[in-house]
């Protein structure tokens, strides 16, 4: 099973980045997949999350708004659109699967990871 997250990078604050997960070695669409953001020194915190056919999601309260989560099945990819992005939006993103809904937003529940992609905000 891999995850593959890209497109993170350098944004000025108010502006946009998509970043992308790319899935492989695992049946994609019967998977729940969640996007976690990470700074130094502090746990792995719940972006957003999407069911394994696209058609619930849940978002952070600091994501309300701002950030959407989606996917593509067909090609096995998850994306989360981030607009208006802040300084404090800076971390490491993750995506990650896992089988059930419950506990979408608790890092320790999925069972598979990618490497992170890192998100800057700065003028």
């Known amino acids: 099973v891999q995850l593959q997250a890209s497109g993170g990078g350098l944004v000025q604050p108010g502006g946009s980045l998509r970043v992308s997960c790319a899935a492989s070695?695992?049946?994609?669409?019967?998977?729940?997949v969640g996007w976690f953001r990470q700074t130094p020194g502090e746990d792995r915190a719940f972006v957003a999350g999407?069911?394994?056919?696209?058609?619930?999601?849940s978002h952070a309260e600091s994501a309300k708004g701002r950030f959407t989560i989606s996917r593509d099945n067909a090609k096995n990819m998850a994306y989360l659109q981030m607009n208006r992005l802040k300084p404090e939006d800076t971390a490491v993103y993750y995506c990650?699967?896992?089988?059930?809904?419950?506990?979408?937003?608790?890092?320790?529940?999925?069972?598979?990871w990618g490497q992170g992609t890192v998100v800057t905000v700065s003028s």
């Open positions: 070695g695992l049946t994609f669409k019967t998977y729940v």
């Open positions: 999407i069911s394994s056919g696209g058609g619930t999601t």
């Open positions: 990650a699967a896992k089988k059930v809904w419950r506990f979408v937003a608790s890092w320790d529940e999925y069972e598979h």
